[in-house]
């Protein structure tokens, strides 16, 4: 990937989420994960690389393009790419089918035809062929994050953000995602992580960017930010996390 910030400014009222954040990630990353306290500004990051949020300074390039923040272009950015958060978000009254089907032909215009084809190869991608007419009601957390994951890549998207997808997840569900998770960055796929499993972080991440008050403190290669960091604040959290 080829993305850099620019003095990225972004505020929620008196919340200052991003202070004049600088970043370059060039190839060969091809995954890009964010670490940090809660509060540090992961989510804010992720909203605005997707293109769901403008900042309100600064730039965001892409592949050396500035990318003009009015409602077309942004419109035509999020539809390139596939998101994925915390919580689940399928629609609880669609099969598991329907819920990937439903952007592909509200968002991306696809014919129901299509439609079907491109769901039901990301659903066996994922080993959920035998789920897809279930309800998310009738799946567990891991099938249901995995329905999440079937619809985010469907339209097989330049970008993948996922925002701490297991952190709603119990530990043998988390081991289940992360394994998806890592099939997808051997097959190449682009992706932009936020996760505080610091061992699956230092296992898939190309780059690793740690953030806090809205800031980067540090980013480096995993083995560097991981066996290595430099600063205090990073060394404090990771004493902390890794701990027990
Ligand atoms: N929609 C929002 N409205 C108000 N404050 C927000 C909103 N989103 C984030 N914030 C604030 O911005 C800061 C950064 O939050 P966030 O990006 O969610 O951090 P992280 O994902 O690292 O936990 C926090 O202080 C948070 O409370
Ligand atoms: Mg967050």
Redesign the pocket.
């Known amino acids: 990937m080829n993305i850099e910030l620019r003095q990225i400014c972004k505020y929620?009222?008196d919340?200052h989420?991003l202070r004049e954040l600088d970043l370059i990630v060039s190839n060969p990353t091809n995954v890009l994960v964010l670490i940090?306290p809660?509060?540090?500004?992961?989510?804010?990051?992720m909203r605005l690389l997707g293109g769901l949020e403008s900042p309100h300074a600064g730039n965001l390039l892409f592949d050396k393009k500035i990318l003009a923040q009015d409602e077309s272009t942004l419109l035509k950015h999020r539809r390139k790419n596939g998101y994925l958060f915390q919580s689940f978000n399928l629609f609880p009254h669609m099969t598991a089918r329907e819920n990937v089907e439903l952007p592909l032909i509200q968002v991306h215009d696809k014919s129901a035809e299509q439609a079907h084809t491109l769901a039901a190869e990301a659903l066996a991608q994922f080993q959920l062929t035998g789920h897809a007419d279930k309800y998310p009601a009738q799946l567990s957390g891991g099938q249901q994050q995995r329905v999440a994951i079937a619809r985010a890549i469907a339209i097989k998207p330049r970008l993948l953000l996922l925002d701490e997808p297991t952190s709603a997840l119990d530990p043998e569900m988390t081991a289940e995602i992360l394994a998806v998770i890592e099939s997808l960055t051997q097959s190449g796929q682009q992706i932009i992580l936020?996760t505080h499993e610091m061992g699956f972080a230092r296992a898939v991440a190309d780059q690793v960017v740690f953030?806090a008050d809205g800031k980067i403190v540090e980013q480096g290669a995993p083995c560097n930010l991981f066996n290595q960091p430099e600063s205090k604040t990073v060394q404090n959290f990771l004493n902390k996390v890794m701990r027990y």
């Open positions: 929620y009222g919340t989420a940090g809660s509060g540090g500004g992961k989510s804010t990051l936020s953030l």
